[in-house]
T-cell receptor, first 111, second 111 residues
Framework: QKEVEQDPGPLSVPEGAIVSLNCTYSNSAFQYFMWYRQYSRKGPELLMYTYSSGNKEDGRFTAQVDKSSKYISLFIRDSQPSDSATYLCAMTAGNTGKLIFGQGTTLQVKP | DVKVTQSSRYLVKRTGEKVFLECVQDMDHENMFWYRQDPGLGLRLIYFSYDVKMKEKGDIPEGYSVSREKKERFSLILESASTNQTSMYLC??????????FGNGTRLTVT
């Protein structure tokens, strides 16, 4: 079993939809959680960075962590075609520890 | 903004060649990393370095070596390139306590 599971998709939604991207994990020691966005032929760029449980909002993006269920989510409101990309979750036990990545979910937002 | 620069976007090399992938960061980060990214396998850590002249093996170091002579530069070396090393190679850096910042990647094809 992988430490971090992420459905690779692809996920296709119409413009304006609310998108929910999710990861599950098995290591209860994970405390730091990240979401990266990767456009085609580019490197991943950091979208959200959260510590422990709870929600964090940044514009149209909300990151949610539920440590009791070992489940993290990224919500995108009012999705745009420019949101079409691969979204990678990542997590680590300590802030300087090894980062474990999900496989990435490919999202397509259709105009 | 942090800038991680990988010297080549695309490389084509022949089997058996020695290949150098170069990465430079401009934010005085202590830690630097090399990953490879393959469809269905996600991001896999090859090597990382937490200081000049220091290196640690990641999950898949076989067939690779690294060099860090200066703090800002981290090189990945394929001693004798093979076709199974065809991949997207991503360099990343971070200071002691922070998420990773990635370069735009080098797509290497070994024929």
């Amino acid at each position: 079993q992988k430490e971090v599971e992420q459905d690779p998709g692809p996920l296709s939604v119409p413009e304006g939809a609310i998108v929910s991207l999710n990861c599950t994990y098995s290591n209860s020691a994970f405390q730091y959680f990240m979401w990266y966005r990767q456009y085609s032929r580019k490197g991943p760029e950091l979208l959200m960075y959260t510590y422990s449980s709870g929600n964090k909002e940044d514009g149209r993006f909300t990151a949610q962590v539920d440590k009791s269920s070992k489940y993290i989510s990224l919500f995108i409101r009012d999705s745009q075609p420019s949101d079409s990309a691969t979204y990678l979750c990542a997590m680590t036990a300590g802030n300087t520890g090894k980062l474990i990545f999900g496989q990435g979910t490919t999202l397509q937002v259709k105009p | 903004d942090v800038k991680v620069t990988q010297s080549s976007r695309y490389l084509v090399k022949r089997t058996g060649e020695k290949v150098f992938l170069e990465c430079v960061q401009d934010m005085d980060h202590e830690n630097m990393f090399w990953y490879r990214q393959d469809p269905g396998l996600g991001l896999r850590l090859i090597y990382f370095s937490y200081d000049v002249k220091m290196k640690e093996k990641g999950d898949i170091p076989e067939g690779y070596s690294v060099s860090r002579e200066k703090k800002e530069r981290f090189s990945l070396i394929l001693e004798s390139a093979s076709t199974n090393q065809t991949s997207m190679y991503l360099c990343a850096s971070r200071p002691g306590h922070s998420p990773l910042h990635f370069g735009n990647g080098t797509r290497l094809t070994v024929t």
